[in-house]
């Protein structure tokens, strides 16, 4: 079993995203441990971002997820960050698979909706970055043995 962190961002509150993002990974069958709306500070986005410090887009990329309310999810699931970086698709959603949130949702790198952990080092500091572990919940759904093998 792995987690991944996963943030409907300013824009997909804004646009009425939540439950189309939320609902991709439901349907797909990663069960929702975390779930919190929130708006992040400059000092979070800091943290969370803090490997593109430095970057030509590190301010505008604080500006923007700092700019309004976030949906914030952790998943669960076999494989979850692949899984949920599959359903998000690319970074740029020109080059997004077609049927993916960023494909079928978004136009722009800077408005692309969504946010999700890239490996197990960055979903455990990102999860840990937006909840206390007694906020997570650990428990088993009716469905699990007809979506996990
Ligand atoms: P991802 O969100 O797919 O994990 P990332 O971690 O490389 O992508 O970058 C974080 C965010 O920063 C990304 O969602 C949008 C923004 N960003 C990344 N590369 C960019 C670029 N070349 N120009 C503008 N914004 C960029
Ligand atoms: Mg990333």
């Known amino acids: 079993m792995e987690r991944t962190l996963f943030i409907v961002k300013p824009d997909g509150v804004q646009r009425g995203l939540i439950g189309e993002c939320l609902s991709r990974l439901e349907r797909?069958?990663?069960?929702?441990?975390g779930l919190k709306f929130m708006q992040i500070t400059p000092e979070l986005a800091a943290k969370h971002y803090a490997v593109h410090l430095g970057k030509s887009f590190y301010e505008k990329l604080i500006g923007y997820i700092t700019s309004g309310p976030v949906a914030v999810m952790a998943w669960e699931?076999?494989?979850a960050i692949?899984?949920?970086r599959q359903?998000?698709?690319a970074t740029a959603p020109g080059q997004a698979a077609p049927g993916s949130i960023?494909?079928?949702?978004?136009v722009e790198i800077g408005r692309n909706l969504v946010h999700g952990s890239d490996s197990p080092e960055t979903a455990a500091f990102e999860?840990?970055?937006y909840f206390p572990e007694d906020e997570l919940v650990s428990w088993k759904r009716e469905t699990d043995k007809w979506i996990f093998e």
Do not use: E, F
């Open 28 to 33: 797909r069958g990663l069960r929702l441990v």
């Open 77 to 79: 699931g076999p494989n």
């Open 82 to 84: 692949a899984l949920a």
């Open 87 to 89: 359903t998000m698709g």
């Open 102 to 106: 960023r494909a079928d949702l978004a």
């Open 127 to 129: 999860i840990g970055l």
